[in-house]
């Protein structure tokens, strides 16, 4: 015979207390004051009798899942991190993440998508190439906020609230690192079908230009996805100064420099070359990568902020703050630029 489940009764009979304190306890009532003790007991309780709480039931009777999604274009280094930090988030103040990728797999990622909304998630976080706009748009209107993260470009009215990488900011301190380290030539190697990722760089690389105007500086855009671009740096890094490079990536970068240390090229005496994202590919290169630091941390908590104010479930502290963030609901993360090997001797 099938053993009988404990029910809050039996855990508040067993911890000496009301079924109305062990229900706080459980649904982390921030507005009902509770006795360190009292929270002890009832947890002890818990564990001894082996009692699990019927979620599903507890939070349809609030209106409320307490599950949150997020929509990823990829499972590379940087995603990994920022879902990582988020979740361990969302799990403190009580939530629950669920992560979903489809990489070129649009119908997949639909089917992600259908997925989350069945479970009636309270939120979503979505990357700006992991979603259309007019998808998001249709999702808020039938009461889904949605946070994005690193998307560039999208309408100002669509979702609860953005934080985007300043991308831009970091690109181009990057090119200005390259001049200061003695490169007249300073080139980007792009990745077109990153598509709004790669436009950033982009904007990012030219500004950087922009601020090195009237200095004797020449600079060009290559794509990685174009033949020839191997040989071209090759052939400008015979020039008397060394040739800049910043890579759309880690991973470009360190195939570049790779590519050209089999080729008997010099890193940094005839190519300086910085990556983004500063992930293992960098810290562990040989050698060491200039690269661009994200904070995922920074990033994570300003995303879980803006999301737990739409759903009501901000501390004061938190609601009452002012600012850009809280009247635009939209934040901007500055990247750090960290100097190695590849680009200074």
């Not at 609030?62 to 969302?90: C, H, N, S, W």
């Not at 999208?154 to 953005?162: S, Y």
């Not at 490169?183 to 760089?201: F, H, K, P, S």
């Not at 890193?267 to 994202?277: A, D, L, R, S, Y």
Request: with cysteine; charged share 25%.
């Amino acid at each position: 015979m099938k053993r009988k489940s404990p029910t809050i009764v039996d855990v508040a009979k067993y911890a000496g207390v009301s079924i109305g304190t062990v229900s706080n306890v459980l649904n982390r009532r921030r507005d009902v004051p509770l006795a360190e003790d009292t929270v002890l007991k009832v947890n002890e309780a818990i564990r001894e009798l082996g009692y699990r709480r019927n979620a599903i039931a507890a939070n349809l009777s609030r209106q409320r899942t307490y599950e949150l999604g997020m929509l990823l274009p990829g499972y590379d280094e940087y995603f990994v991190k920022f879902a990582g930090e988020v979740e361990q988030i969302v799990l403190e103040r009580g939530y629950h993440l669920s992560v979903f990728s489809a990489p070129e797999k649009p119908e997949l990622g639909r089917r992600h998508l259908e997925l989350l909304l069945q479970r009636r998630v309270d939120g979503l976080f979505c990357h700006g190439l992991a979603m259309p706009p007019d998808t998001a748009r249709r999702i808020i209107n039938e009461g889904t906020p949605i946070v994005l993260f690193n998307a560039w470009g999208w309408p100002d009215d669509i979702a609860a609230g953005r934080v985007n990488l300043d991308v831009v900011t970091a690109c181009a301190e990057a090119v200005v690192h390259l001049f200061e380290q003695g490169c007249r030539t300073i080139l980007y190697l792009g990745n077109g079908r990153a598509a709004a990722t790669d436009e950033q760089r982009r904007i990012g690389f030219a500004e950087g230009m922009r601020r090195l105007a009237g200095e004797p500086v020449a600079s060009a855009l290559l794509d990685t996805g174009t033949p020839g671009w191997l040989n071209e740096i090759g052939r400008l890094a015979e020039a008397d100064r060394p040739v800049g490079v910043l890579g759309f990536d880690d991973l470009t970068a360190f195939n570049l420099m790779s590519k050209l240390l089999e080729r008997g090229y010099r890193i940094p005496e005839q190519v300086k070359i910085v990556g983004i994202n500063n992930t293992y590919v960098s810290r562990m290169s040989y050698p060491g990568m200039t690269s661009i630091q994200n904070h995922y941390k920074m990033q994570a908590e300003a995303a879980v902020r803006m999301m737990l104010r739409s759903l009501g479930d901000a501390d004061e502290d938190e609601a009452g703050q002012s600012g850009a963030e809280s009247i635009a609901q939209s934040v901007s993360i500055p990247l750090t630029l960290i100097p190695r090997k590849s680009t200074e001797r």
